[in-house]
């Protein structure tokens, strides 16, 4: 992915190389504890066994993914938050991502996104 210059973009770069490489097991063992929590307006899902099903279906369903920027990006120690421009299988997007963080791993996941209008 891209050169990191904190700790929290190393982390984010990780996370994207997780999921291009469609390594569900891997991104979920090594970034995620083991009662981890993803929610967003429209599920909660807890547990890596969970996680592991959930990000599956997700990938599966966006298909080809691509990142074309990410448009905001901040960072405590333990906290990471981020919003991306993204296209996918289901059209443009702007996606917004929020991660804090327990002993280097997710503890709690907060997601969601905005279509775009086709151009």
């Known amino acids: 992915m891209t050169t990191a ?5 190393k982390f984010y770069d990780e ?3 997780y999921i291009f490489a469609n390594d569900v097991s891997g991104l979920i063992d090594n970034h995620y504890n083991e009662d981890a ?3 967003s307006y429209d599920f909660v899902v807890k547990g890596r066994e969970a996680l592991k099903a959930h ?17 905001k990006f901040n960072e405590t120690e333990d906290t990471i938050f981020i919003e991306a ?3 996918s299988n ?4 702007v996606v917004f991502d929020a991660w804090t963080l327990k002993d280097g791993k997710i503890a709690y996941h907060f997601t969601g996104n905005t279509s775009c209008p086709q151009k």
């Open 15 to 17: 996370q994207l190389d």
């Open 37 to 39: 929590v993803l929610i």
């Open 85 to 87: 421009s993204v296209t």
């Open 5 to 9: 210059t904190t700790p929290g973009h």
């Open 90 to 93: 289901l059209g443009p997007a």
């Open 55 to 71: 990000f599956r279906n997700y990938l599966a369903t966006l298909g080809n993914l691509e990142v074309k920027s990410t448009d």
